[in-house]
């Protein structure tokens, strides 16, 4: 299964594309500007080709098999989307065009806006942010903008239940805030008593995800808002479980002032392993101001521009860029990942309202049905409906020898994608499991029978857990060995 | 179409094993008064209506398939070899996650590891990561890490004018919370020497655009010099590069760069209307602790075959939480992955054409339209694709007329940016832009179809057409 | 099988300090090492830098889990232990001999009092061990 790496199957005097020759006179280069070697690979297009192909063949990927891995939403991809984002008219646009040469992107963007100002029940959407922890960070720098012009200085302190994703927390820390960590109740919500006892006038906000990572819906979130607001905080919702509930509420109803949408999680943008992502954020009124921008705004138009003739009567509006008046700043160079925004938008326009309290409504159904078939195997922490996920775990009673990890590289063998695994912090040897709505009834029910059967094995045959996986390109890598002798690049 | 294989049997069938009576059986602990509201979105549509919708909409666009254009100011137009495409339009490697179980995906992390052998080659150094976001945020991260090697004692950056204006922004918003001070952004862009008065013993990094944000190379000497102040202080020298450039100028390493960041976009990724870019990221092994991101690392199986792995995950957020120096998760993964095969594609001698393409052409499109009346370079350094021309007329008003006219997309305002390059453009010429639209442009702005001033009365449409 | 050095004594965070005449040695014990599993990189502090009693003066990693190293008496740093750049799985392998941080001049020696002896140290682990398992 060994793939050469790129750099092994070089030979000098290869090349994998031919280029033009120059049709202008040349211009003399300045010799000291000079570098003196490149050491980039020379291959072939057919030994670069059969490479990539080679290595995409040692990737597991939603496009072959069920991946549900916790809180990474990995729903099938529609490949309508990526035909749509593949249309000349918007890849061959550049970012700083005239505004009248780029109304189409302009359109599509506003609309994505407003589709997800719908669907989330917020005042102002910023298509900005380039991924989830990126949305994050803006919600976070919002908030603080939001207290600092109102010359609120001692807000000083971020509170972030025990469950919350790592980037949570870092990304208070790049904000300038102290982190609070609130414990969970036995329940799997925020404990209340402990939040009361941190709510004060050093609160500048709440970062909560709900349905949180137990995949539990929080029973007190409007308490919890409540008591945030109480004390002159903020709540910041992380979006990331956003696909429970579409449909079914909307988290500016429940008190959020502003949220971070994955457009790579709940609406279907491939994962691309690893990115590009978008993490759009919305606000409510009052912090709507403070979004990063620019963002999109449409103007009534009155006259039909001279200089574009197809622009007729059907199309009225003008759209332009607009900074927020109290904006944090930009986020990255330019708009946003485009391109991802453009697969959102066709999945919203694929299913409408109606189909995406559809999809909601089945993941929590595949959510539970999975859950129903394994609670009485793996140890379930928190015994309530959940939502579109839930968290097993790996600990069990009578195979105290195998760990979660072992379990995890046994599913493989299966022709499976294991879970999330040791997530979230706050349950021993976590097994977190996202179905996704995109997966049929045969396919849960083979996965639930695979993960029971490896429960017998733990007790019968644990060397087989413990060896696992045995029918993976490679087998158990040593990521010990990576971490104290990094080698990191093939060159030195 | 909501991509959902449940039928009503399977659901009935579902919602008995889990012992409720009906879908709302699952949503009791949302609360009721808010539960179910309606959603007004447009009614759904097929996928052909989609497409046609889709292709409507991205026909209200100028699309640069149909205009020759001179932008650039960090999204470039550079050929993309039809195999980029092609690999990444694998659905193994786009419909992956992060590969946080690495058994089952080596082909993401090879070619991951393979990325980063490859900036390790353009830019000289000893490590790269997996990527960032964009140039922007990953030169805003090399801030980050710089205050964090100085374990967050020293609290000033010194922040070329030369750099991307929306970069500085970007550095500006992620910085808004620490209280640091940047220096240096009210100087002469193209007097990147005076930067090294401002270097003091609180300076945790120095920054240089490379070529700058006006396109001029700077000397290699020059910086080489600016490096040793910023080290002789204890400072980080940090540039941000565009990488194409490094298939023919010097590699920052030589000139004593800590970080080397910047925008690789122009490494097999399309325009897209700004995004999704690749923030490429590499520095110095001494550092590699303190940087941001995914990194991958070579190790061996249990049977000690060679195998890949996400290493030193300690750094990181899902691990350190509020002690990490970044929160980011998500990168650009695809997009580095066409920037590997981009420049695997290029190789040694095709990487290094590309860049003479643009250097040969854009030096001709600067000698034509520097010889016409009114017309003027800003500077007479040495440049790489893009160069500022002084113009006669504001930068605006000669772009209305170039794309009405003419059906040309011209360049960027630099007026916008630095008050004191008011009527100058920033032209920028790729391999893509051929002779004849080069040709085109210098003959578009002639005086005999455009005059120097407004008072010389509107330029002839008629005649133009 | 735990070890618990009788020659030094430690702070409840697992850092152990043993006294050399007017210097200490610190590192982390034979329970943290234990507890982190593979150490695969120490981030220690620079020679001259002076940390209070508590402080964090190192980070220690493995695979999974990054932790906070506490200066367990007040001083300043004289030397750091460079072998652990290379080989870092000496904190494993020797924690109370060549896998140690730092030697360092004490500013108030009168802290080393109020640290754990290994007996109050290993009743101490006991505990924890037992709430944590």
């Known amino acids: 299964m060994r793939e050469p790496l790129i750099y092994e199957i070089s030979s000098p005097g290869r090349a994998g594309v031919n280029l033009p020759e120059c049709d202008v006179p040349a211009t003399p280069l300045p010799k000291e500007y000079l570098r003196e070697d490149l050491p980039l690979p020379e291959v072939s297009e057919v030994d670069l080709v059969r490479h990539y192909v080679r290595l995409s063949q040692l990737n597991y990927a939603v496009d072959t098999g069920f991946y549900p891995l916790g809180s990474c939403t990995m729903k099938y991809n529609p490949k309508v989307n990526e035909e749509a984002a593949k249309l000349p008219g918007f890849v061959q646009t550049h970012p700083y065009q005239p505004p009248d040469t780029i109304q189409g992107n302009l359109f599509l963007m506003y609309q994505l806006q407003e589709f997800l100002k719908e669907i989330s029940g917020f005042a102002s959407v910023s298509l900005q942010p380039a991924a989830g922890a990126h949305g994050e960070l803006a919600g976070v720098l919002m908030i603080r903008a939001y207290h600092e012009s109102r010359g609120d200085h001692k807000r000083t302190r971020m509170l972030i239940p025990d469950s919350a994703h790592g980037t949570n927390p870092a990304s208070t820390t790049m904000a300038g805030y102290e982190t609070v960590k609130i414990s969970s109740d036995a329940r799997g919500n925020v404990d209340l008593e402990e939040l009361r006892a941190h709510c004060d006038d050093t609160v500048a906000g709440l970062m909560l995800t709900n349905p949180n990572t137990l995949g539990l819906f929080d029973e007190h979130v409007q308490e919890i808002a409540r008591l945030v607001h109480e004390c002159g905080g903020l709540l910041y919702g992380d979006g990331a479980n956003l696909n429970a509930i ?48 620019p963002i999109v705004v449409k103007e009534r138009v009155e006259e039909e521009p001279a200089s574009d003739e197809e622009w007729e009567e059907e199309e009225m509006y003008y759209y332009h860029w607009q900074m927020p008046p109290s904006s944090i700043g930009r986020l990255k160079a330019f708009y946003g990942n485009f391109a991802v925004c453009i697969k959102a938008y066709t999945y919203i326009r694929m299913l409408g309202a109606a189909g995406l309290r559809e999809v909601s409504e089945n993941a929590v159904l595949n959510a539970n049905y999975l859950l129903s078939r394994l609670k009485g195997v793996y140890p379930l922490p928190y015994n309530r409906t959940c939502m579109h996920e839930f968290v097993l775990s790996g600990r069990l009673p009578d195979a105290p020898d195998v760990h979660t990890i072992d379990i995890a590289k046994r599913l493989m063998d299966f022709g499976f994608h294991p879970p999330t695994i040791y997530f979230p912090l706050i349950v021993p040897e976590a097994l977190m499991i996202e179905p996704t709505e995109t997966e049929s009834k045969e396919t849960l029910d083979a996965f639930a029978d695979a993960l029971i059967q490896i429960a017998q094995e733990a007790k019968t045959n644990p060397e087989l857990l413990h060896s696992a996986p045995h029918l993976a390109p490679v087998a158990r890598l040593d990521e010990v060995l990576a971490a104290r002798q990094p080698v990191l690049q093939c060159l030195k | ?251 920052p390493a030589d000139y004593g760069a800590d970080i080397v960041c910047g925008e690789g976009q122009a490494l097999g990724g399309g325009l897209n209307f700004g995004g999704p870019y690749l923030g490429f990221f590499a520095c110095k092994q001494q550092y590699v602790h303190k940087m941001a991101g995914r990194i991958v690392g070579q190790t061996v199986d249990r049977h000690g075959q060679r195998g890949f792995v996400l290493t030193l995950s300690a750094r990181e957020q899902h691990i350190r939480r509020e002690k990490a120096t970044s929160n980011i998760c998500s990168n650009e993964a695809l997009m580095a992955l066409a920037a590997a095969v981009y420049l695997a594609a290029m190789g040694k001698t095709g990487l290094r054409k590309v860049a003479e393409l643009c250097y040969h052409k854009a030096h001709y499109a600067a000698q034509r339209l520097s010889a016409l009346p009114g017309y003027q370079l800003l500077s007479q350094k040495p440049f790489f694709k893009e160069f500022a021309l002084r113009c006669p007329r504001p930068v605006d008003e000669i772009n209305e007329y170039l794309l009405d006219e003419w059906g040309i997309i011209g360049g960027y305002d630099l007026g916008k940016d630095y008050p004191g390059l008011a009527n100058t453009m920033l032209i920028c010429v790729t391999e893509m832009n051929t002779k004849e639209e080069i040709d085109l442009l210098v003959e578009a702005l002639a005086p005999d179809y455009f005059p120097r001033a407004d008072e010389e009365g509107a330029p002839d449409m008629e005649e133009a057409a | 099988m735990v070890e618990y050095a009788k020659d030094r004594r430690y702070l409840p965070t697992h850092e152990w300090v043993k006294l050399e005449g007017e210097e200490a040695i610190a590192g982390i014990s034979d329970y943290a090492q234990h507890e982190l599993s593979d150490v695969v990189y120490v981030e220690l502090p620079e020679v001259g830098e002076t940390f209070a009693q508590n402080e964090v003066f190192a980070t220690v990693e493995s695979v999974k889990a990054a932790s906070d190293v506490y200066m367990p008496m007040s001083g300043e740093i004289l030397a750091i232990n460079e072998d652990l750049e290379d080989s870092p799985q000496l904190v494993n392998e020797d924690p109370f001999g060549r896998g140690w941080f730092i030697r360092f001049r004490p500013s108030k020696p009168e802290e080393y009092d109020s640290l754990l002896d290994a007996e109050a140290y290993e009743r101490h682990c006991r505990e924890e061990a037992e709430k944590g398992g």
């Open chain 2, 1 to 251: 179409m909501s991509y959902i294989p449940n039928t009503d049997a399977d659901r009935a069938v579902m919602l008995k094993a889990i012992g409720v009576k009906n879908m709302d059986g699952l949503f009791r602990d949302v609360p009721e008064a808010l539960r179910y509201p309606e959603l007004k979105l447009p009614p759904p549509v097929s996928e052909m209506e989609a497409l046609r919708e889709l292709r409507e909409i991205s026909e209200y666009n100028v699309d640069l398939e149909h205009a020759p254009c001179f932008l650039g100011a960090g999204a470039y137009r550079h050929f993309v070899p039809s195999v980029v495409g092609h690999v990444i339009g694998r659905s193994e490697f786009y419909t992956a996650y992060t590969p946080y179980q690495p058994e089952i995906s080596q082909g993401t992390l090879q070619s991951i590891f393979e990325y980063q052998s490859m900036i390790c080659a353009l830019t000289g150094m000893d490590v790269a990561n997996a990527s960032h976001y964009d140039g922007a945020t990953a030169l805003a991260e090399a801030v980050l890490m710089a205050v964090s090697v100085s374990r967050g004692k020293r609290r000033k950056v010194v922040l070329s004018a030369g750099v991307h204006p929306e970069y500085r922004a970007v550095v500006h918003t992620y910085t808004q919370g620490m209280a640091l001070t940047i220096v240096g952004e009210g100087a002469d862009p193209l007097a990147t020497e005076v930067l090294a008065d401002m270097i003091d013993a609180d300076t945790a990094c120095v920054i240089v655009q490379n070529p700058n944000f006006l396109g001029y190379l700077e000397d290699p000497a020059a910086l080489r010099t600016l490096a040793d102040a910023a080290h002789s202080k204890g400072a980080l020298f940090v540039v941000s590069a565009d990488p194409i450039s490094l298939g023919l100028f010097s590699p």
């Open chain 1, 246 to 293: 579409m449909g079914i509420v909307k988290p500016a109803a429940l008190g959020f002032d502003v949220m971070h949408f994955n457009l790579h999680k709940t609406f279907s943008t491939p994962h691309g392993g690893g990115g590009p992502g978008a993490g759009p954020v919305g606000a409510n009124e009052v912090l709507a101001p403070f979004l990063p921008g």
